[in-house]
């Protein structure tokens, strides 16, 4: 059984940065495509950024510039460098990972910016 388990959230301050982490685990494959979504109260789940295993990243028109996803296929984990955030980013972001026809999402991790 595959498991991706997210880490790294918290309360971050307007124009603050947090490093999100997602880690693989359990029955692993050599997943060709990972990402991250998030999704706020009342909104539709959103991707956020993808990168396949040679390294090819794709990013929402929103955190273009800002976020930068990248992984470490050895480790099987998947990051998110996310830079100058903004309160209407708040939400439960989730990482992803395809195998072909075959997806796994891990449970979350909420990002919250403070007052």
């Given at each position: 059984q ?5 880490s790294?959230?918290g ?9 999100l982490?997602?880690v ?18 009342g909104k539709?789940?959103?991707l ?13 028109d ?6 930068t ?12 460098q996310?830079?100058?955030l ?8 989730y990482c ?11 449970q979350?991790?909420q990002?919250?910016?403070?007052s």
């Amino acid at each position: 059984q595959v498991q991706l388990v997210e880490s790294g959230g918290g309360l971050v301050q307007p124009g603050g940065s947090l490093r999100l982490s997602c880690v693989a685990s359990g029955n692993i494959f050599r997943f060709n495509v990972m990402g991250w979504y998030r999704q706020a109260p009342g909104k539709q789940r959103e991707l956020v950024a993808t990168i396949t295993t040679p390294g090819n990243t794709n990013y929402a028109d929103s955190v273009k510039g800002r976020f930068t996803i990248s992984r470490d296929n050895a480790k099987n984990t998947v990051d998110l460098q996310m830079n100058s955030l903004k309160p209407q980013e708040t939400a439960v972001y989730y990482c992803k990972a395809n195998f072909w026809a075959l997806d796994y999402w891990g449970q979350g991790t909420q990002v919250t910016g403070s007052s």
